[in-house]
């Protein structure tokens, strides 16, 4: 069993690179599809952009159970709170990838009768969940950060009262634009945080799009998934990048 999750992880660089390229094509083909001498280009790029969806279904087909043993081991989290968000996270990006092998079946004619509006509307909501699950356990990691510098705040406060010290406390005291503050700060000192953030929020607007939550275009979707695969190839390049489980 670990030895097929490592091989899962090496192909998670493979997995990237072909999503880069997906989200280039769909966000170069949408940037240029209204000039008149462009037609074939275009064409290209959405049939490179559909190859490359294609290879990374067939590139996803043992995920599943890589997903089913990072929920085993998140089940052993000493907090509650990254325990339930990990896990439901890791459980419902499991079934996506059921989803996700049962309509690479039917793409390559194994499956042909099945109802593929069914399972694309099932594997985007099971995203969906997964990806809402992530941004609860990154929301837990700053609010607990935030708490933990103003107490530090408080104290120094109490502490000392020149003028340097007493810095946060003025920027506290603006309401929104201390809070905005506060946490560019948090983050900037965690970029992992950060990172795990980005790519969040990033991942998010395809499943609000495609489930009609948020309307956007090919264009904002690209960018986000080319952002998104940049923050992904990073983190894998550089581990101590990754936001710890």
């Not at 966000?27 to 240029?32: M, P, Q, R």
């Not at 275009?42 to 190859?51: A, G, H, R, Y």
């Not at 700053?142 to 003025?170: T, V």
Request: aromatic share 8%; proline share 4%; hydrophobic share 40%.
């Amino acid at each position: 069993m670990e030895g097929f999750v490592e091989f899962a992880n090496r192909s998670q660089g493979r997995d990237q690179l072909f999503r880069a390229t997906q989200y280039t094509c769909m966000l170069l083909s949408y940037l240029i599809e209204r000039k008149a001498d462009k037609e074939k280009l275009v064409m290209k790029l959405k049939q490179l952009e559909s190859s490359m969806s294609s290879g990374r279904k067939m590139l996803r087909l043992g995920n599943m159970v890589h997903a089913l043993v990072a929920a085993k081991r998140t089940t052993q989290l000493p907090d509650v709170v990254p325990r339930f968000c990990l896990t439901a996270s890791n459980l419902t990006r499991a079934l996506y990838f059921v989803c996700d092998a049962v309509l690479w079946l039917n793409s390559v004619g194994l499956q042909p009768d099945i109802d593929k509006p069914k399972w694309r509307n099932w594997a985007t909501k099971c995203y969906y969940i997964s990806l809402l699950m992530n941004l609860g356990r990154d929301w837990y990691e700053i609010s607990w950060r935030l708490e933990q510098a103003i107490q530090e705040e408080k104290i120094k406060e109490n502490s000392c009262w020149d003028k340097h010290n007493q810095k946060l406390n003025g920027v506290k005291s603006d309401g929104v634009r201390g809070f905005l503050l506060l946490l560019f700060q948090i983050l900037k000192k965690n970029p992992p945080l950060l990172l795990d953030l980005v790519k969040n929020l990033c991942d998010l607007s395809g499943p609000l799009d495609t489930l009609g939550i948020y309307k956007t275009n090919p264009g904002v979707i690209g960018f986000c998934g080319v952002l998104s695969s940049l923050v992904g190839i990073l983190t894998l390049a550089s581990p101590h990048l990754k936001l710890k489980q």
